[in-house]
């Protein structure tokens, strides 16, 4: 069945530092793949989402780009920001959406 | 616009207890989904639906049933709940075929089962 990895956390850097979480997925076909943000206490968020392969989704200075040939849809941030602190899912399915086990991310000022 | 609604927010149960958790979406989605998310386990996804009178199973439904008599409406049914049903569970719909558009979340509901 499908199944989608993702590096475990968490993952801590300063303010300001490069960041990437990697994600790669195992399926029938080229599933959808997205990113879900979830702050302390509330659910997830869509942060963004790619339909097809060599697509980039991006959104508040994240990005991912679906690779077909690695499987892969690694998230990627510039400079990142205190309130970046969050738990991250990466995702994939079509009907049937699975969820990795989530990287949580400390930003240190 | 609510978006997706989940009640209650906490519950306790005792081991043996029946209850239905409640979802309801107001977006016209077509596609509803319950996730339970436990420390260090991600979310597994517990049952989904595509439409009006149509579910199927996720990774881990059993001990679990689901209806979906409206569009609006999909709710989870415990039906003699255990302790390893402890979680947060949430419900999740989207426009469209599958979760292919992204999914709106609901805010969880945590049940503890003693």
């Known amino acids: 069945g499908n199944s989608v990895t993702q590096m475990e956390g968490p993952v801590t850097l300063s303010e300001e530092a490069f960041l990437t979480i990697n994600c790669t997925y195992t399926a029938t076909g080229y599933p959808s793949l997205f990113w879900y943000v979830q702050y302390p206490g509330e659910g997830l968020q869509l942060l963004l989402k790619?339909?097809?392969?060599?697509d980039k989704g991006s959104n508040k200075g994240f990005e991912a780009t679906y690779r077909k040939e690695t499987t892969s849809f690694h998230l990627e941030k510039g400079s990142v920001q205190v309130s970046d602190s969050a738990v991250y899912f990466c995702a994939g399915g079509d009907d049937k959406i699975i969820f990795g086990k989530g990287t949580r991310l400390h930003i240190l000022p | 616009n609510a978006g997706v609604t989940q009640t209650p927010k906490f519950q306790v149960l005792k081991t043996g207890q029946s209850m239905t958790l409640q979802c309801a979406q107001d977006?016209?989605?077509?596609?509803m989904s319950w996730y339970r998310q436990d420390p260090g386990m991600g979310l597994r996804l517990i049952h989904y639906s595509v439409g009006a009178g149509i579910t199927d199973q996720g990774e881990v439904p059993n001990g679990y049933n689901v209806s979906r008599s409206t569009t609006e409406d999909f709710p989870l049914r415990l039906l003699s709940a255990a302790p390893s049903q402890t979680s947060v569970y949430f419900c999740?719909?989207?426009?469209?075929?599958?979760?292919?558009?992204?999914?709106?979340f609901g805010s969880g509901t945590r049940l503890t089962v003693v």
């Open positions: 790619a339909t097809k392969a060599d």
């Open positions: 999740a719909s989207s426009y469209g075929q599958g979760g292919g558009y992204g999914y709106t």
């Open positions: 977006m016209n989605h077509e596609y």
